[in-house]
């Protein structure tokens, strides 16, 4: 399967621990995306990687959320102490440089008790 | 910032056509996407469309109006697997996509 692939697919954690999920693009995809989707919302955007380079993200991202591309290939999003409105699914997508079509992972479904 | 409107809810007949229309407020435009996404699952890319004009594929097609800040989805001979939401997602020059909260079609026999 040469699809976008994200581990785990699901996370159930207790308030306040650190999680963190990985997500491996499509090889030939320069392009990485993180988005969060809740019940009957579209995706919101989180972050986004041209190689290892982060070239956008959303305010969430200046706090408990952090994601990294180290190598440019595979990437890791963290949630520090996590809060029960975190409790969503994670999707990750990825899209070659020369168009900007995303095609996205299965997700990462997070539940926070 | 940006503003994606869709409906929320759509119901039409198996074998029928049905529209869905995307209306947008965004600064930076490069483009609007529409995607399917049934339920539980990721969302799985049907259309990008860049320039004004319908773009046309297979059952599916979709238009834009970069003027009026419109899209249509088109979906023809409905059927019944086409239950799903249908997700319009604006992407701008800075690489970020915003996504409406989608319009959930039921199809019925």
């Known amino acids: 399967d040469t699809g976008v692939s994200q581990n785990p697919r699901h996370k159930i954690t207790k308030r306040g621990q650190n999680v963190t999920f990985r997500c491996d693009p499509i090889?030939?995809?320069?392009?990485l995306y993180w988005y969060r989707q809740t019940l009957g919302q579209g995706p919101e955007f989180l972050t986004y990687?041209?190689?290892?380079?982060?070239?956008?993200k959303s305010r969430l991202l200046s706090d408990r959320f952090s994601a990294e591309r180290p190598k440019g290939s595979f990437s890791t999003l963290e949630i520090q102490r996590t809060e029960q409105g975190d409790s969503a699914m994670y999707l990750c997508?990825?899209?070659?440089?020369?168009?900007?079509?995303?095609?996205f992972g299965p997700g990462t479904r997070l539940t926070v008790l | 910032g940006q503003n994606i409107d869709q409906p929320t809810e759509m119901t039409a007949t198996e074998g029928a056509i049905v529209q869905i229309n995307c209306t947008y407020q965004?600064?930076?435009?490069?483009?609007l996407f529409w995607y399917q996404q049934h339920a539980g699952e990721a969302p799985t890319f049907l259309s990008y469309?860049?320039?004004?004009g319908l773009e046309e594929k297979g059952r599916f097609s979709s238009f834009l109006s970069r003027s009026k800040g419109y899209s249509y989805l088109l979906l023809k001979e409905l059927q019944m697997k086409d239950s799903a939401s249908y997700l319009c997602?604006?992407?701008?020059?800075?690489?970020?996509?915003?996504f409406g909260d989608g319009t959930t079609l039921t199809v019925k026999p």
């Open positions: 990687f041209q190689n290892e380079a982060q070239l956008e």
């Open positions: 469309n860049v320039l004004d």
């Open positions: 997508a990825s899209g070659p440089d020369r168009t900007d079509t995303q095609y």
């Open positions: 090889s030939e995809h320069n392009r």
């Open positions: 965004t600064s930076g435009f490069n483009g």
């Open positions: 997602a604006v992407l701008t020059n800075a690489g970020k996509s915003t």
